[in-house]
Structure formats: structure tokens, C-alpha cells
T-cell receptor, first 114, second 113 residues
Framework: DSGVTQTPKHLITATGQRVTLRCSPR?????VYWYQQSLDQGLQFLIQYYNGEERAKGNILERFSAQQFPDLHSELNLSSLELGDSALYFC?????????????FGPGTRLTVL | GENVEQHPSTLSVQEGDSAVIKCTYSDSASNYFPWYKQELGKRPQLIID?????GEKKDQRIAVTLNKTAKHFSLHITETQPEDSAVYFCAAPPGGATNKLIFGTGTLLAVQP
């Protein structure tokens, strides 16, 4: 167990819908990262938050947004869902920026868009 | 640019043999190079990492080497065991004010008993 929690574990929804994925980082970690892993694909970086502020963006679609709350949990919002959004979404957390530290991954949320 | 290339994409070895996976990065400002192991259906987990001030790091059967001049780093697994079968990802951070990681495309390692 990495100490990073994600809910829900599985999510099945229809095209055009909106979903919210939730992540709680390890105790004390200020940075949260979101990754997308499609079938047979690698880990695509979406976005990073540090202590409530957006720190870095990857190839995140405009239909996707995220935020980090004062208690440091983070939510990834996916809207106008398409079939191609079906993937495993991981959240990871790490200790203080700017030193490079191990990123601890959560168990992931498997999103299926029908 | 932000790019990490990883080879090979698949690797099959006999139990007891060694396995080597290589990665090349593009940003000369990168100074941290982790390797993650992802078993089927599981989360990626860090197995070893190296920082740019050293050229090699070992942890039991696993080692990582770094060549900053050539901008590549490699994972070496000796005496492979069936439980080493997994997908392995290398990663590197781009330069700048972030410690996000750019991951390689992964290597599926199969250790045949």
C-alpha cells in the first residue's frame, strides 16, 4: 500500500457524460500528479498540483480539469466523455517540490466509456 | 523538448539470465532518473532511481547506470526470476520549475521458467 488512495476503483459511464475522480495523497505530500494509461500505452502525464496551485501541465484535453483542495486531496474532472477516454487514471503524490522525490502511485481508477 | 525513448518494447529471457533495458532522454537539464515496475493490473512502483551526480547504483539484483554525456540510462536485472515479469518504465523530469516525470513507453519483460 503506497498511502495514496483513489476513488472510485471502477467507473462505467456513457459518452457525453461527466465524471469526477478523487485522489488523496500520502500524509505530508504536497504534490499531486495525474496520469492517464490507455490500453497497451505508457503513462501520459496530465497535470501536477503543488499545495493547491497548478504547477505543470501535460497533454491534458480542454475537456479535462483538475484542482487540489486545502486538505490536499485532488479531483480530476472529465467532461463530454468520448470512447477514447476509456483508460486507467492514476494519481501519484510526492514530497516537497523542488527536490525530485519518489512519486507514490495510487491504485488507479479504471474508466470505461460506453 | 520533453522526450524519453525506451528500448526494447518487449524482452523475453530465460530464468537466471540478465535483462537490460535502455532509455534515452532529450533534456540535458534532467537530473533524476527513476525506474518503475508495473505488474499486470497493479500500480507502478519505484524499484530504483539515480541522480545525476553518480554513474551507477545497485540494489541487490537491480542496477541502474547513467551516462549524462550521451543522455542515456539503463536498467540491469541479473539472475532474473519469474516474479520479475512485468512492465518496466523509465522516466526523467524535464528541466524547469517542476518535478513532473516524462515516462518512456515501457518494456514488457517476460522471464521464462
Amino acid at each position: 500500500d503506497s498511502g495514496v488512495t483513489q476513488t472510485p476503483k471502477h467507473l462505467i459511464t456513457a459518452t457525453g457524460q461527466r465524471v469526477t475522480l478523487r485522489c488523496s495523497p500520502r500524509s505530508g505530500d504536497l504534490s499531486v500528479y495525474w496520469y492517464q494509461q490507455s490500453l497497451d500505452q505508457g503513462l501520459q502525464f496530465l497535470i501536477q498540483y503543488y499545495n493547491g496551485e497548478e504547477r505543470a501541465k501535460g497533454n491534458i484535453l480542454e475537456r479535462f480539469s483538475a484542482q487540489q483542495f486545502p486538505d490536499l486531496h485532488s479531483e480530476l474532472n472529465l467532461s463530454s466523455l468520448e470512447l477514447g477516454d476509456s483508460a486507467l487514471y492514476f494519481c501519484a503524490s510526492s514530497a516537497d517540490w523542488p527536490s525530485y522525490n519518489e512519486q507514490f502511485f495510487g491504485p488507479g481508477t479504471r474508466l470505461t466509456v460506453l | 523538448g520533453e522526450n524519453v525513448e525506451q528500448h526494447p518494447s518487449t524482452l523475453s529471457v530465460q530464468e537466471g539470465d540478465s535483462a537490460v533495458i535502455k532509455c534515452t532522454y532529450s533534456d540535458s537539464a534532467s537530473n533524476y532518473f527513476p525506474w518503475y515496475k508495473q505488474e499486470l493490473g497493479k500500480r507502478p512502483q519505484l524499484i530504483i532511481d539515480i541522480r545525476s551526480n553518480v554513474g551507477e547504483k545497485k540494489d541487490q539484483r537491480i542496477a541502474v547506470t547513467l551516462n549524462k554525456t550521451a543522455k542515456h540510462f539503463s536498467l540491469h536485472i541479473t539472475e532474473t526470476q519469474p516474479e520479475d515479469s512485468a512492465v518496466y518504465f523509465c522516466a526523467a523530469p524535464p528541466g524547469g520549475a517542476t518535478n513532473k516525470l516524462i515516462f518512456g513507453t515501457g518494456t514488457l519483460l517476460a522471464v521464462q521458467p
